[in-house]
């Protein structure tokens, strides 16, 4: 064999060795040896193993801050590496390149590896990282503040606050080349504090004033010193108006101020004042009092803390007025009865019409709002019953004669006055009429009595109404017997004696007999009678709106007490 016969064959053993071990050592599909992402060398791996491998890599941002740093995975910002783009941007080595000798060497040169990651942006969990981190990361600034402890001002300085934007932690955050491990450094904002010690230095000079300076406090011939000790241990320091200044802190000066007030002050007398019928009748003065104003003395003290001096403080004497005791008389007149009603009627709740008539004896009266004209409720049917009486008198009606549910009128008249029942009234209304009746109730003297609340339908319109003055004046008569036979007289008020609402009127006259008809409707609460007392007997009209039966029982009972003592 020739010497150029030898080389022939030993480069063609070269050539097939290397082909050969390109085979062997070379993976199929895999990356060139120049393959690296960051810290993640990739070289000669599958590109599958490539991408897990890559995919599986922490990719860090470092985040640099005023106070210091934080490591965070790009994950929880919202950025993740694409491996396989990533990977699919490196050189491969495939199967044909092995078969060339050295390829596998030098393709990398001929196909440069861009060496860079390819990141998605989840925009939406970046800007709530972003706001989220902002938040965490600012700092309120810190207002400087001036406090007195042990005798001494002390002022502490102020200090800035930070804040950071979250558009700008995006964008900083997203234009990263992430590789592996990154950092960022944020910008702060500054946030100047509104109170700085410049503010708060005016009280510097103030200060050392009233270290040095005794104040005296006088009024007439009472002094009383206070230390610059004792004024200080008061202050507090408040701002008005962005000036700052001292104030007395009025619990901690009213020892002091209690102390000198005690030498000075003169407790008001009593003055004795006595009523009768809720008039004066006579009057014993009881002496003044006197103290020191407090108010003023507190803003003598607000203003010269504020400017201290050698000028004694002349407090302001404050007059008491005595006190003064009402010792109240009632006598027995209608005048006095009239007294009592309108106190009673004054420290009670609820609106009132009230009307006492005295049948005989005295023949007391006494009257409060008579004329207001008010919604009837079922005191109507007193009324209504009248008119029955006096239709039957002039036989005009039988009262015998069937009416409503089984019950003849008169049946009817009994039940709506002894148990308020509202069919048998309006059956009879409509037998009677209610126009009728109206005429009937205006004929016999009274005014402003109004039963037709009907149109000319038969259809409710309005309410029934009436005051406390024709109230009262229907009742007087009808007791009197004036206006219906004796008979029919006794029948009515015997009815009314018999009411089964007994809360009102019958409550508060200590066990008299009582002839009443109450009346309820809505916010209405009406009782209205005639008091069998032990020694007077008189018409009571009580008519209320918003009260109680409480009140209307508590008043009778005042009444009664009244007309019976």
Known sequence: MTNKQTLVAAFSFAIFSIIVLQLIFI?????????????????????????????????TITIAYKDGEKSIDSKDAGISIDAEKTVNNLTIISLKDKLVPLLPIIKPYFHKNSNQAVFTVDDNKLNEFSTALANDLAKPATDATATIENNQLNIKQESAGVSYDPAEISNTIKNLQLLNTSKIELKPNEINAKVDTKKLSVLNEKFDKLKNQQLILKIDSLSQQITSEQLISTL?????????????????????????????????????????????????NGQPGKTINKDATFGALDEWVNNPNTDTIQLKPLSLAANVIY???????????????????????????????????????????????????????????????????SGSLDLNSALYG????????????????????????????????????????????????????????????????????????????????????????????????????????????????????????????????????????????????????????????????
């Open 27 to 59: 993976p199929n599909n895999s990356l060139a040896f120049n393959s690296k992402i960051g810290n993640t060398n990739l070289s000669k791996k599958p590109k599958t193993q490539a991408i897990n491998l890559l995919g599986s890599q922490p990719q």
């Open 236 to 284: 507090d320091i408040i701002s008005a108006d962005d000036t700052y200044k001292f104030v007395i802190n009025k619990d901690k000066i009213l020892p002091i101020f209690t102390e000198l007030n005690q030498k000075y002050s003169v407790p008001a007398g009593t003055t004795q004042v006595k009523l009768v019928d809720d008039v004066e009748v006579s009057r014993q």
């Open 327 to 393: 010792q109240k008389q009632y006598s027995k007149s209608s005048a006095q009865l009239q007294a009592k009603i309108n106190a009673w009627i004054a420290t009670h709740n609820g609106v009132y019409q009230v009307a006492i008539v005295e049948l005989g004896g005295q023949g007391r009266e006494a009257s409060y709002n008579v004329n207001q004209q008010t919604v009837m409720a079922s005191t109507y049917k007193t009324f209504l019953a009248y008119t029955a009486y006096k239709l039957a008198e």
């Open 406 to 565: 089984g019950k003849n009128i008169e049946q009817c008249i009994a039940t709506m006055i002894i148990n308020s029942d509202n069919d048998c009234a309006v059956a009879l209304g409509r037998k009677i009429g209610w126009a009728k009746a109206d005429q009937i109730i205006a004929a016999a003297g009274f005014n402003n009595v109004k039963l037709n609340n009907y149109d000319s339908a038969g259809n409710l319109n309005s309410d029934k109404m009436v005051n406390a003055k024709e109230q009262a004046k229907f009742i007087a008569q009808l007791s009197a017997g004036s206006l219906i036979s004796g008979q029919n007289t006794n029948k009515l008020l015997g009815y009314m004696k018999n009411q089964v609402y007994r809360n009102g009127i019958p409550a508060g006259s200590r066990g008299a007999v009582v002839a009443d008809k109450v009346g309820f409707l809505d916010n209405y609460l009406h009782d209205v009678g005639v008091v069998y007392g032990a020694k007077s007997t008189y018409a009571i009209v009580i008519m209320s709106e918003g009260s109680s039966w409480s009140n209307i029982k508590d008043l009778s009972q005042a009444i009664y007490d009244f007309m019976n003592e």
